[in-house]
């Protein structure tokens, strides 16, 4: 028999396989029927015991036939199947897949690739990098070393996250002359000795309508001559003052991929 679950109850079912324990928390109205052993038999088996239950999970065959994505169970006193009929919201636990199968318009497993981040309670990755984030990069979720993206149906609220940011320091040396490029794609806090005149460059900015910023730790910058990109923007359309012998911080960021950058001293001569 199916047992409703309303609404203000929830059904919780914890279970362990080779990857420790995965937890799946099931909240709302849903008739949960009682488990199956097999979904990918798709034909009776030839002895039976009663109570035997099966999910037809695609073309039945012999004397399945006409009964895809029913369940089945075996009545050994009537020696006859007996069929229940799928509806929406039906969801079934898979004995020999330790999983869990909703029924829509078919039956898939639940959580399937389209759940909510709101849904999610535990996710395990298989060799995850060193502080390593949640990462959806338009096909599947993987492990990133610096990003939490959030795409289309899943929002802030649905995932809280508190993190540290810990980057690398690339740290460009002492530069005396020629082109210095300082890249994004190496991280956005980035340090240099100026000892001589020489053209800074940006590069891989994000594309046009995300944001982005890079942080420079300026040492001596006063001392000579940034030929800084043409796309820069100063306040007032003016360069800052940067200290001969000294410390300065900078900000810079953009939205237009880079077409215009705005820029400005966040710190001057620190001590």
């Not at 007996?82 to 318009?105: C, H, K, N, Q, R």
């Not at 096909?139 to 940011?165: G, M, R």
């Not at 891989?204 to 300026?218: E, Y």
């Amino acid at each position: 028999m199916a047992t409703m679950l309303n609404t203000s109850e929830i059904f919780n079912r914890v279970y362990d396989s080779t990857k420790q324990a995965l937890k799946v928390t099931l909240v709302g109205a849903f008739a949960w029927q009682d488990n199956v052993k097999d979904k990918d038999t798709l034909a009776p088996p030839a002895s039976p015991s009663d109570g035997d239950r099966y999910l037809i999970a695609g073309t039945g065959t012999g004397g399945w036939t006409g009964y895809d994505n029913y369940i089945a169970e075996y009545d050994s006193g009537t020696s006859a199947w007996v069929y229940t009929a799928p509806s929406e919201g039906m969801m079934v636990y898979v004995d020999d897949e330790d999983d869990i199968y909703l029924y829509t318009t078919s039956w898939s497993k639940y959580p399937s690739a389209s759940v909510s981040l709101g849904e999610l309670s535990d996710v395990t990755l298989t060799s995850p990098a060193t502080n390593s984030y949640l990462t959806y990069n338009g096909s599947a979720w993987i492990d990133s070393a610096y990003t939490l993206t959030l795409e289309a149906n899943n929002s802030v609220a649905d995932w809280a996250v508190t993190q540290k940011i810990i980057e690398t320091i690339n740290a460009h040396g002492t530069v005396s002359s020629g082109t210095e490029d300082f890249d994004l794609n190496d991280g956005s806090y980035h340090t240099v000795t100026v000892g001589g005149n020489f053209t800074l460059t940006f590069s891989n900015w994000p594309a046009s309508g995300k944001v982005s910023s890079i942080i420079l730790k300026l040492t001596n910058a006063g001392a000579f001559t940034i030929t800084w990109p043409a796309a820069v923007d100063w306040p007032n359309g003016t360069e800052p003052l940067w200290t001969s012998s000294g410390v300065d911080f900078a900000i810079f960021f953009t939205d237009d991929g880079g077409t215009t950058i705005y820029g400005d001293i966040s710190m001057q001569d620190v001590k």
